[in-house]
């Protein structure tokens, strides 16, 4: 069965970083381009980032760019979120999703608070 687990999110105040993980069981990570996505309060789904087949190309949405960084163990079978600088815009729930999976499969996310 294809699953994915996040966590690491938490409440952190501006300026802060978090490191959030996606442990993958059924499937390789490397066999599949993976992103991150996330949703804020009352709002829709905005993709972040997303990390390549061979783990060496990532692509961000401006607004994280320089802060975020995603990186991938193999050994693993997992997937990071590595998020400095944190913003208050920042806050959202956070999901890892492996291409073309549907979004009833995906993992119930981790919740990133950014607050003074």
């Known amino acids: 069965e294809v699953q994915v687990v996040e966590s690491g999110g938490g409440l952190v105040q501006p300026g802060g970083s978090l490191r959030l993980s996606c442990a993958a069981s059924?499937?390789?990570?490397?066999?599949?381009?993976m992103s991150w996505v996330r949703q804020a309060p009352g709002k829709g789904l905005e993709w972040v980032s997303t990390i390549n087949l061979g783990g060496d190309s990532t692509t961000y949405v401006d607004s994280v760019k320089g802060r975020f960084t995603t990186a991938r163990d193999n050994d693993k079978n997992t997937l990071y979120l590595q998020m400095d600088d944190l913003k208050p815009e920042d806050t959202a729930v956070y999901y890892c999703?492996?291409?073309?999976?549907?979004?009833?499969?995906w993992g119930q996310g981790t919740r990133v608070t950014v607050s003074s």
């Open positions: 059924g499937f390789t990570l490397s066999s599949t381009f």
């Open positions: 999703i492996k291409a073309g999976a549907p979004q009833a499969s």
